[in-house]
């Protein structure tokens, strides 16, 4: 079973940048499909950005050109770099990863806009 673990949420002013992490323990991460997904109180959990194993990528419309998602097969671990964040990027981000048959999330990590 592969066990996911998010790090790098906090508290951040509007248009502030924060990087998120997610390492993963386990075989298969390099053949797998990342995500990022956040929620946000009250809402559904939403797609973030996802990357496959070959490096494509792609984002929610309302995080385009303000979020880069990036793997590092080396260290078993994914990335998410936030810039220019806004109040409405509040939410709980979580790590998704896919492999044939089987899906790992984290427990989630808080990221607060708030001036």
């Known amino acids: 079973q592969v066990q996911v673990v998010e790090s790098g949420g906090g508290l951040v002013q509007p248009g502030g940048s924060l990087r998120l992490s997610c390492a993963a323990s386990?075989?298969?991460?390099?053949?797998?499909?990342l995500a990022w997904y956040r929620q946000a109180p009250g809402k559904q959990r939403e797609l973030v950005a996802l990357?496959?194993?070959?490096?494509?990528?792609n984002y929610a419309d309302s995080v385009k050109g303000r979020f880069t998602i990036s793997r590092d097969n080396a260290k078993n671990t994914v990335y998410l770099q936030m810039n220019s964040l806004k109040p409405e990027d509040t939410a709980v981000y979580y790590c998704?990863?896919?492999?044939?048959?089987?899906?790992?999330w984290g427990q989630g990590t808080q990221v607060t806009v708030s001036s």
């Open positions: 990357i496959t194993t070959g490096g494509s990528t």
């Open positions: 386990g075989s298969g991460f390099s053949i797998s499909l």
């Open positions: 998704n990863l896919v492999l044939p048959g089987r899906t790992s």
